[in-house]
């Protein structure tokens, strides 16, 4: 259960300290987005395009906090089983949340199946690292993206011998992206669901109980908060 200080504690803490360790690659899963709608009597596609308002605030809170990667779950090849209407919405709020993405300042990369026919096209071209403004902020975000799919580039590349060379972290679709620290999920389950599964071995894991189109800054400050009284070992 996430107890959630008030915004006036929360602007107290953020100008009198600073967090004491933050993590150097922060994963979210933004979950919830159907539930949301129905909560609020729309049909459940329309909690995607609430879903990219959300991103972007949060995005904003990553910027000033000083965050040095993050990475968002898009959807999944999984996903696309899902209603055709349900996944045209996912696949429009992903375009137009890299789109706003594409604006700010960092550097961005779509990781996913582009050779199936649910990769959004528009994405193409950001599927190679693009740095954007700044360059600030290392912003990995997942597309059709599927944990067999991403390991299965080592399997092709060791039997090529590739990966015997280089080793398998580098020979895998998301060779790029760093090891994984902190992992919010938000929408109160208590699952991975295949979010990089090598980057994550030896993330942390917190959940939130509200639904990501109810993102407010106070879910990653107490996410935060939590993560700096972790004791990170890495298995020593």
């Known amino acids: 259960m996430v107890t959630l200080l008030s915004a006036r504690q929360w602007g107290e803490i953020m100008l009198n300290r600073r967090f004491s360790r933050l993590p150097a690659h922060l994963g979210i899963i933004p979950d919830g987005n159907r539930r949301w709608a129905q909560r609020h009597g729309l049909p459940k596609e329309a909690g995607y395009a609430k879903g990219v308002e959300a991103g972007a605030e949060f995005f904003k809170v990553c910027l000033e906090l000083g965050l040095k990667e993050i990475t968002f779950y898009g959807f999944t090849q999984d996903n696309t089983r899902r209603p055709p209407v349900q996944v045209r919405a996912f696949q429009q709020a992903c375009v137009d949340a890299v789109r706003r993405l594409a604006t700010q300042d960092c550097a961005l990369r779509v990781i996913g199946n582009t050779r199936s026919p649910l990769f959004p096209r528009e994405l193409l071209p950001f599927t190679t690292r693009r740095v954007c403004g700044r360059g600030l902020v290392r912003v990995n975000f997942l597309v059709n993206y599927g944990w067999l799919w991403?390991?299965?580039?080592?399997?092709?590349?060791?039997?090529?011998?590739?990966?015997?060379?280089?080793?398998?972290?580098?020979?895998?679709?998301?060779?790029?992206?760093?090891?994984?620290?902190?992992?919010?999920?938000?929408?109160?389950r208590r699952r991975l669901s295949g979010f990089l599964p090598l980057q994550s071995v030896y993330a942390d894991f917190y959940v939130i109980d509200d639904l990501w189109p109810d993102f407010r800054p106070e879910h990653v400050y107490e996410a935060l908060r939590w993560y700096e009284t972790q004791d990170v070992t890495l298995g020593g």
């Open 150 to 188: 991403d390991l299965s580039h080592a399997v092709d590349s060791h039997r090529a011998g590739a990966a015997r060379r280089a080793g398998l972290l580098k020979a895998i679709a998301s060779a790029d992206v760093s090891r994984v620290d902190l992992i919010i999920r938000w929408g109160g």
